[in-house]
């Protein structure tokens, strides 16, 4: 009985005839081969290493995911400030395109003409709803004197009414206070052009069996020597014939919009000037 008392002795005497001849047996084993008390420790070792490298791929996914966003969003910005940059410098040249070719019009214009022709720069227009004006960059230093004839290749505009050293404020056709002396080109009828509002002018004092019909053009007539004769003025787009009246009013479109002008023309030389509407010299 004294056999099986608990003794610290025969503890390690037992450990040691038993496990060390297991840990040598396993030692003997090849290298490759896991030891069988290790399996647990290789196993767990497994499920931390692979959950490890799962959660580091994850982590370095997004990493890379938010890198190439904000790489993205940079280039964007790049890009969208590039094309800006490009929409502008094409508006410029859009711009220049187009001017030339207003200036190569003209310069035509003027080369073709017999009138004494001067270039002027439209810097100014009047923002007062009942008047219909605009102010050009010439005046008394270039020749300008009051009510000279301002025009452009389509057709008239107006005239000078307020001349300073260096401008000139000019009275277009569509101003109430405008007048032109006209006729119609097909019939000869004659009466006076007045503005009525900025898009359109009437034809006044007319008789009434003066012939007058939709699509007349109306011409200046040459009268007072302030317009060349025969220079277009407008279109007729309605008559009115009231029933016991001794006239009738005649509305008239512009040749031209006057306020969309950039570039015309003062006339100089007006007096005796006979022209008619040149082939082409139409906006």
């Avoid at 002795?9 to 450990?15: A, F, Q």
């Amino acid at each position: 009985m004294n056999f099986f008392t608990f003794d610290l002795r025969k503890v390690l005497l037992i450990i040691t005839l038993v496990v060390l001849p297991l840990i040598a047996i396993n030692m003997q084993r090849k290298s490759e081969e896991e030891l069988w008390f290790t399996r647990p420790f290789s196993f767990g070792a497994a499920l931390i290493h692979g959950g490890f490298t799962s959660f580091s791929s994850g982590v370095r996914g997004t990493t890379a995911m938010y890198l190439d966003l904000i790489g993205v969003k940079k280039h964007n910005e790049v890009m969208r400030a590039q094309l800006a940059e490009l929409n502008a410098q094409l508006g410029a040249l859009t711009e220049l395109k187009l001017e030339n070719e207003r200036l190569s019009q003209l310069l035509g214009f003027k080369q073709a003409s017999k009138m004494n022709l001067l270039a002027a720069r439209v810097i100014a227009r009047d923002l007062l709803p009942d008047h219909n004006t605009i102010t050009v960059d010439r005046g008394l230093s270039h020749g300008v004197q009051k009510n000279m004839a301002a025009l452009t290749i389509g057709g008239v505009i107006g005239y000078t009414f307020r001349v300073e050293n260096d401008t000139s404020q000019i009275l277009l056709l569509t101003d109430s206070y405008a007048v032109i002396d006209a006729i119609v080109q097909r019939s000869r009828a004659r009466g006076l052009v007045e503005g009525v509002r900025r898009s359109s002018c009437r034809l006044r004092h007319l008789k009434r069996s003066d012939d007058v019909k939709v699509g007349d053009l109306v011409v200046t007539s040459g009268l007072f020597n302030m317009f060349p004769k025969g220079f277009p003025i407008g279109t007729v787009t309605s008559i009115d014939k009231s029933k016991y009246g001794m006239t009738q009013e005649v509305e008239i479109k512009p040749a031209v919009e006057p306020l969309n002008l950039e570039e015309i023309f003062i006339v100089l030389n007006a007096n005796h000037q006979d022209l008619s509407p040149k082939p082409g010299a139409e906006e």
